[in-house]
């Protein structure tokens, strides 16, 4: 990647805006490992939080598995390629990759790569990396809230401050099982009908419909 610079870099300022960037960078991987039901995450520590050129070369890392830095860079440049022309990356943009032939790592491990925008032109990338394990984490399954309790004492947040979204009708009775607000979007398994008759808070045609909930 080369870099430009036009103007005298102030180097007290340069290294506030570095802590600052990795303290953000840090709190993304507190936050993930406080939300995952994960015991790898949550004991092992296998995540990592980072911050990308628009190319997808690493600008910022912070502590965690530093080596998936790489395999979050390699995934930056794959999203670049298949979809800069067609099509497009946008602004909201978030990317999901679990392709170990394309980030490098293992089969388990699940990368959320969301690009950086201002005053719409592409700064850069942050990417936050862990290993998701979902099924075996507890004996209890959907629609048993075990799960999404344990998930909300990870938080730190009480199920009458939450909301939970899903798309079927056992996603509905865990929530409401749970003590959350629960949401339900049409576009899973179940038909329209039979969430409805799961009675959730409320039904929503599409994950946009969330966004422009959540803006309220």
């Known amino acids: 990647m080369e870099v430009s610079v036009g103007v005298e870099v102030d180097p007290i300022k340069y ?3 570095v802590h600052r960037l990795h303290n953000i960078a ?3 991987r507190i936050a993930l490992q406080r939300v995952t039901a994960s015991p790898i995450v949550v004991q092992g520590g296998e995540c990592m939080s980072a911050f990308y050129a628009s190319d997808g070369t690493t600008i910022l890392s912070a502590s965690g598995h530093l080596r998936f830095s790489a395999g979050c860079a390699d995934a930056v440049r794959k999203i670049v390629a298949l979809f800069e022309e067609d099509p497009g ?7 999901f990759l679990n ?3 394309v980030c490098s790592t293992h089969v388990y491990d699940q990368m959320i790569v ?7 032109r592409r700064l850069g990338w942050t990417g936050l990396f862990g290993v998701v394990v979902c099924a075996g984490d507890l004996p209890q399954r959907k629609p048993d809230p075990a799960p999404l309790v344990h998930g909300l004492r990870r938080l730190q947040v009480l ?4 909301a939970y979204v899903g798309d079927t009708v056992e996603d509905v ?3 409401r099982a749970a003590g959350v607000t629960t949401l339900a979007v049409l576009g899973g398994f179940s038909s329209r009908e039979a969430l409805e008759a799961a009675r959730p808070a409320r039904l929503l045609n599409s994950l946009r419909d969330l966004v422009a909930l959540l803006a309220v």
Request: charged share 25%; net charge negative.
């Open 15 to 17: 290294e506030m805006f």
């Open 26 to 28: 840090e709190e993304g």
């Open 89 to 95: 990356i946008y602004d909201g943009d978030q990317f």
């Open 99 to 101: 392709d170990p032939y």
């Open 114 to 120: 969301k690009p950086i925008f201002h005053q719409g």
């Open 159 to 162: 199920p009458a401050a939450a």
């Open 173 to 175: 009775e865990m929530g």
